[in-house]
């Protein structure tokens, strides 16, 4: 929501793109079929679209808005996010615009009782957490999807319809100039909580709605506050809400605040309510006495609801449209991201007869394994910022009361912020035959290393799946890898290499992957782990790559 | 620091189990109860300057939240 007198787009600091609807060949009789069709242009479908393009499958995205959202809403990408996002030829943009950080306050009855530092070093490309409001989010990854010739972008194209058979998808999309079907092999659904396509094929999210209800505001205030996080308990401003804050770019900081739990959320969110909160917020909580000016409020519930299979035959589900997190611990866009890129590659391997079909079978219990995992863990910072009951409010508050002077009681204020998830007990992850003593394990993603001024492990990734070989390798598996032409290795310890890409590999680097002369690491396009092995055979490395697409 | 303490995601477990104790219980009754079980625990522990030191925390942080 907007202050009275502006427009949903008229912002302080945003220009709001605007989309011209394009007629598409389908309504003057045509009838192209598309290989993937994208509901919802939100930064998870066209992080899918991207994905897709990049595998080299092309992609049509259906939106029925013309410009990108109407507020800030997600605000943190994590530093799996940014490696994804450089995975897809953006994250440069991302870097420039954000704001990164590695730190974190919790202040109870007004006097801070922890600090919170994320792990971070300088092994790293990208900072833990980097804030940066969704309308750039999104539009950084449009104007990519733009420049690309696999993706079209369909604006002002509302779906109002979608049947599927054997065969594939049919869509029936409105616009302004009429309706048409569009069809095509498969479907993302990406458009959101309220998605149009989980309620046509009848479907519904399952889970808890906890009691918390939040208002997020954007205001812009002059400050040399640094890029941290903030969370306030029992501020004397307003003690019976937990308060979170956090700085955006061009002075503009997010301001949560817990609304009690007879407060009428429709008269929380008027203009006057809203304005005489934050007003309280910045002087007593945050201490600021600059002027400040309100850019736009929502209110937000604490979910933890899911989709039971987030694919149905042709369609599988991205983002919100299968899964609601509460906020705390910034996952909601962060997983949705990480289930485009799943999804994304596997559609691409099976779309271009490189794997069986099967693949996609690995995708609901791998992403909603993830989800989860986030409600395990988001379902304890829920309970902890937004206590449900009178015993977990006497134990918040008890842990809070004696974190001020005993470190034991400061974890339970940990954010508990987003880690990306391990398929470990994936279908398509080998469990280790080896002991390693570090590294990421079966499942996890790769670990980034620093190889140089500018110079990062992950830079040297290629597109598909990739081999990090450590050291030479024994001449059997050496004389294989020429069977597997897609395969790109890189070469870590090396000088020269025939089997890859020579890079520098020290004996730091080996001890952070476990590895000795002749380990290796397969590595699926996303990043994560499909196997390892110490001393691997030509059999483990075809065993592991025909499992890690679905088995034989 | 010699005494062996409790691993974070046990504490975490005693946090939840606590507080569903506590919604089971008559607020009234959430004082005895409380006083019961810190009785209950000292007598787990065999130093007793550990549980002073600890009835010495809890005040503090009372004082604190007074």
New interface residues.
């Given amino acids: 929501m907007r202050p009275a007198g502006r427009a949903e787009s008229d912002s302080l600091y945003f220009d709001y793109p605007h989309f011209p609807f394009v007629r598409p060949p389908e309504l003057d009789g045509a009838t192209p079929r598309h290989r993937v069709a994208i509901v919802g242009a939100g930064p998870v479908g066209v992080t899918a679209a991207l994905e897709l393009a990049r595998h080299g499958i092309d992609c049509v995205v259906l939106d029925d808005k013309a410009t990108v959202n109407d507020g800030s809403r997600a605000i943190c990408l994590s530093r799996h996010s940014l490696e994804i996002l450089q995975q897809l030829g953006v994250d440069r943009r991302f870097v420039a615009k954000g704001l990164g950080w590695t730190r974190g306050r919790t202040y109870f009855?007004d006097r801070e009782i922890y600090r919170f530092e994320m792990p971070h070093s300088d092994q790293e490309r990208f900072l833990p957490m980097v804030n940066l409001q969704q309308q750039y989010i999104e539009q950084f990854l449009i104007e990519r999807a733009m420049e690309s010739e696999r993706v079209e972008l369909r604006w002002q194209s509302a779906v109002s319809g979608v049947t599927q058979d054997a065969e594939g998808v049919t869509l029936t999309v409105s616009t302004p100039e009429g309706d048409y079907a569009l069809t095509c092999d498969y479907l993302l659904a990406a458009d959101g909580a309220r998605s149009l396509v989980r309620k046509a094929l009848d479907l519904t999210l399952h889970g808890e709605a906890y009691e918390g209800r939040y208002v997020i505001a954007d205001v812009r205030l002059k400050s040399d506050f640094p890029t941290e996080r903030r969370a306030f308990f029992h501020s004397a401003a307003l003690p019976e809400a937990t308060i979170l804050v956090h700085r955006q770019p061009d002075d503009i900081w997010r301001i949560d605040y817990q609304l009690g739990p007879d407060e009428d959320p429709d008269e929380a969110v008027q203009e006057a309510r809203i304005r005489d909160r934050v007003e309280r917020i910045i002087r007593e909580v945050m201490q600021e006495r600059g002027d400040w000016e309100l850019e736009w409020w929502s209110l937000y519930k604490a979910h933890t609801l899911a989709l039971d299979d987030y694919r149905h035959g042709r369609v599988l589900f991205i983002g919100d449209s299968a899964h609601l997190v509460p906020i705390f611990g910034v996952r909601g866009l962060n997983n949705g991201l990480a289930d485009a890129v799943n999804a994304g590659w596997k559609l691409a391997w099976v779309l271009q007869g490189r794997a069986p079909e099967r693949l996609l079978d690995s995708y609901t219990p791998e992403r909603r394994g993830a989800t989860l995992d986030v409600f395990a863990n988001a379902g304890?910072s829920t309970?902890f910022m937004t206590?449900p009951?009178?015993?977990?409010r006497?134990?918040r508050?008890?842990?809070l009361?004696?974190a001020?002077?005993?470190d034991?009681a400061s974890?339970?204020a940990d954010p508990r912020q987003v880690t990306p998830y391990t398929y470990a007990e994936s279908p398509l992850t080998l469990a280790d035959r080896d002991a390693f003593a570090a590294g990421p394990r079966p499942g996890a993603p790769l670990i980034n290393r620093r190889l140089g001024d500018d110079d990062f492990l992950l830079d040297h990734l290629g597109t598909g799946f990739n081999l990090l070989l450590f050291g030479e390798a024994s001449p059997e598996l050496a004389a294989a890898l020429g069977e597997y032409p897609e395969l790109a290795v890189l070469h870590l310890g090396v000088e020269d290499s025939a089997l890859g890409q020579p890079l520098p590999g020290d004996a730091a680097l080996f001890a952070a992957y476990g590895a000795e002369p002749g380990s290796a690491y397969l590595v699926r396009p996303d990043r994560h782990l499909a196997a390892r092995w110490k001393r691997p055979t030509a059999a483990d490395l075809n065993d592991a790559l025909i499992t890690a697409l679905g088995g034989a | 620091m010699t005494a062996s303490t409790l691993p974070f995601d046990d504490l975490e477990r005693v946090y939840e189990r606590l507080a569903e104790t506590l919604d089971a219980l008559p607020e009234a009754q959430e004082g005895p109860f409380l006083a019961q079980l810190a009785l209950a625990l000292a007598h787990r522990i065999p130093d007793v300057s550990q549980v002073e030191a600890a009835i010495f925390e809890a005040r503090r942080a009372s004082e604190e939240e007074g």
């Fill in positions: 009855r304890k309970r206590p009951t009178r015993g977990h006497r134990m508050d008890a842990a009361a004696l001020l002077h005993n034991y974890p339970f």
